[in-house]
């Protein structure tokens, strides 16, 4: 069998074995373009109408694709992949399964988890669920300065803080500190040495969000 009776064979049925050139016999998945172009447009919300619109190919073009009714060419995938702003090989990559979990937890607010400490007041959120990605949590600061803490806070993950009442500094090792009040934000690397202490007149309330 010559090399393009193998390459029909192959467009012919889904999978095939093929003997390599040391004799040992693999197995060869043909690539689902049609599967992999729904993802991608379904994905992205698309019509098939829009996804005409944008790649220049007809409604039922598109539709057969995706029924795996015809195979499309090398220019029909150059097409596919510059109108949906995408890689050409992302059009031989299977479609990831989705995996939805369903989970959902609601704190009423002041119904948190409350843990108390030295330097902060937290209220733990979200605490019905087990292994989180993310652990939310208000704080109340108390700390004033860096001695309250008596050296760096440092942990695993990335963290989020969002300034909800009063004015605060965060303290870094590697910055300068950086004066936060009500709405502003800062987003840092949690394993670098860093503190959060208030500097309004009233104890100022933060919401932390650490990530893995």
Do not use: C
């Amino acid at each position: 069998m010559d090399t393009q009776d193998k390459l029909d064979k192959l467009d012919k049925y889904p999978s095939m074995a093929v003997a390599d050139n040391e004799n040992n016999t693999r197995m060869i998945e043909k690539a689902s373009v049609g599967l992999q172009l729904k993802a991608i447009r379904t994905q992205n919300k698309l019509t098939l109408e829009e996804a005409s619109k944008r790649t220049g190919l007809a409604r039922s073009t598109l539709s057969k694709i995706e029924n795996e009714q015809i195979s499309p060419t090398f220019s029909v995938m150059q097409k596919l992949a510059s109108g949906l702003d995408i890689e050409l090989p992302q059009l031989f990559t299977k479609p990831k399964e989705s995996k939805v979990t369903g989970r959902r937890d609601v704190t009423l607010n002041n119904e948190g988890t409350p843990h108390a400490t030295l330097t902060y007041e937290h209220e733990l959120l979200a605490t019905q669920l087990r292994n989180k990605k993310m652990m939310p949590y208000k704080s109340r600061v108390h700390a004033r300065n860096f001695e309250h803490f008596g050296e760096w806070v440092r942990h695993e993950g990335e963290e989020f803080l969002l300034v909800l009442e009063g004015e605060v500094q965060l303290l870094t090792e590697f910055y300068e500190p950086a004066t936060l009040v009500e709405g502003d934000s800062a987003y840092y690397d949690a394993t670098m040495g860093h503190l959060v202490i208030s500097t309004s007149k009233k104890d100022a309330l933060i919401l932390w969000v650490t990530a893995e």
